[in-house]
């Protein structure tokens, strides 16, 4: 019998979706680069459903039903082209290849037009949750033609996590738009971290209180609105005691953040299509700054914090202004991440159904979250202008402002380091300013560069002689 789909890739992530779609009842041609990860796989859990191991790629092919589904789960980059391009020529019209690693949405464009040229689809789909999620229901964000979706979308439906009988897996959109979507994901899963990062320092070092008692109070932030994975996780590990010095483990570990290059890619791209990214940005910037041990002793050596101790008045009523001043944050990260799946839509034509992003990440990946239901309301109906603005979270924020305020207040009186905390307030002020300095700075390139400005009272462009006798011409 032929295999109805095969995983080409069976290191971690493959080995757990190949185990994924046979438990599921699917039946499934394994490939790897070296037989002896699909041998190990056989062995081990041959017993979880139909598997079909293969040595060559060939043979790979050859197991397969038509059209043929075919899943490319190996290092992003160089190594996914090299897999493409060795099968290429074994496929037949209408055969589909999917890449779910870590792709860039460019690459995924690129590869999936080379693909159509010769009658083959190309999905990149993104696929969030780790390796546990790979194995017991991730989100699935596959991109890719509607035609592919039809034959892959059922299977993918079925592997994906479940949120009250809702797949976590929906087709985002044509080419790149899933592999997009993950990137994004991605961000604001750093901004979320950031956040998180930034009001355990302000109860730390704000209040002083113990790791353990910082597990308890995000323990019990977990079972509010901030209800998530990485909030019920953040409890785990500041709960945990080190084995070997009994110390608090967060204290035993190295504070240098390591990335792999979402985060990165999320504002390189917000920045070609000049949406503010700022929470993403902060946090990816946050973690490049951790990353730099000497630069941080020099400064450390040399630079000079507030001079007296600020202390915290109530207690309890900071730590309520900290979950306030995260819940607000965490909005405008939020916001921001969507405002580039938007931009993105337009730009690329991808129509990508904003709403349903927040339906598919309810399960399965990194940034599950309570909160996320809110997302999906907030774009049933109309597309808001901001999600900031859109009814409940315009009213959360409202109610959590002053808080908020008091915390990145109390953050740069007390020297304690809150950039995603407090950019995220200067941007929920400059989008609900009056009037913004951005004339100041239209008056200062006009000045240098002629560059003309618009202005408030009549349409058109103008420019002011500024060497001469300081008149107003026509642009
Ligand atoms: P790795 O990224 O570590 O990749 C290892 C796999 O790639 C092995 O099967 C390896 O084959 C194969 N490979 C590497 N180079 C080549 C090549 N030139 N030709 C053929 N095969 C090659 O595996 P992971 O399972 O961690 O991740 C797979 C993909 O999923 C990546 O794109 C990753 O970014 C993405 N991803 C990973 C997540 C995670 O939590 N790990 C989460 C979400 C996505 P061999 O065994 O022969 O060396």
Not at 60 to 86: C, H, N, S, W, Y
Not at 182 to 206: P, S, T, W
Not at 273 to 296: C, D, K, M, W
Request: hydrophobic share 45%; glycine share 10%; aromatic share 8%.
């Amino acid at each position: 019998d032929l295999a109805q789909i095969g995983v080409s890739g069976l290191a971690v992530m493959g080995r757990n979706l190949a185990r994924n779609l046979a438990r599921n009842g699917f039946s499934v041609a394994l490939h790897n680069r070296t037989s002896a990860r699909t041998k190990s796989l056989v062995a081990e859990h041959g017993d979880e459903g139909t598997f079909v191991p293969t040595e060559t790629l060939e043979e790979f092919v050859a197991a397969l039903e038509r059209p043929r589904r075919v899943v490319v789960m190996v290092k992003a980059g160089a190594p996914t082209d090299a897999v493409i391009d060795e099968l290429v020529p074994l496929l037949d019209e209408g055969d589909i290849v999917i890449d779910c690693g870590n792709a860039h949405f460019a690459d995924t464009r690129r590869r999936e037009a080379a693909l159509r040229e010769r009658g083959l689809h190309f999905v990149g789909a993104g696929v969030s949750g780790g390796e546990e999620g790979a194995l017991l229901g991730p989100s699935i964000m596959p991109g890719g033609s509607a035609e592919s979706y039809r034959t892959l979308g059922p299977m993918f439906e079925k592997i994906a996590a479940q949120v009250d009988g809702t797949p976590c897996c929906v087709h985002v959109g044509p080419d790149g738009a899933g592999h997009f979507v993950k990137m994004v994901h991605n961000g604001i899963e750093y901004a979320d971290m950031q956040l998180i990062a930034e009001a355990y320092d302000l109860l730390r070092d704000g209040l002083g209180a113990t790791p353990a008692e910082l597990a308890r109070i995000f323990a019990e932030w977990n079972s509010g609105d901030l209800e998530s994975f990485l909030i019920e996780i953040t409890a785990e590990v500041l709960g945990h005691t080190d084995a070997a010095s009994g110390s608090a483990f967060v204290d035993v570990v190295l504070d240098q953040a390591e990335q792999k290059g979402t985060g990165r890619w999320t504002v390189q791209t917000a920045l070609d299509l000049g949406v503010p990214v700022t929470g993403i940005a902060e946090a990816t910037f946050a973690r490049a700054l951790s990353a730099h041990p000497e630069q941080r002793e020099a400064a450390r050596a040399a630079l000079p914090g507030p001079s007296a101790a600020v202390p915290v008045e109530d207690r309890d009523a900071f730590v309520d202004d900290v979950r306030k001043a995260l819940y607000a944050s965490k909005v405008v990260a939020y916001a921001q991440g969507y405002d580039q799946m938007a931009a993105a839509s337009a730009e690329y034509g991808w129509d990508i159904d904003l709403g349903a992003m927040a339906t598919i990440w309810r399960g399965g990946c990194i940034i599950r979250a309570r909160f996320l239901d809110r997302i999906k309301d907030a774009y049933a109906t109309e597309r808001p202008a901001s999600l900031l603005v859109a009814p409940y979270f315009r009213d959360a924020v409202a109610e959590g402002q002053e808080a908020w305020r008091r915390v990145v207040a109390h953050a740069a009186r007390a020297g304690i380091p809150t950039p995603g905390f407090s950019s995220a307030l200067a941007y929920y002020d400059a989008l609900r300013a009056e009037r913004l300095p951005a004339a100041l700075i239209q008056g200062m390139r006009d000045y240098f560069g002629a560059h003309t400005y618009k202005r408030v009272d009549r349409e058109g462009a103008f420019h002011t002689l500024w060497g001469g006798d300081r008149s107003e011409v026509d642009g």
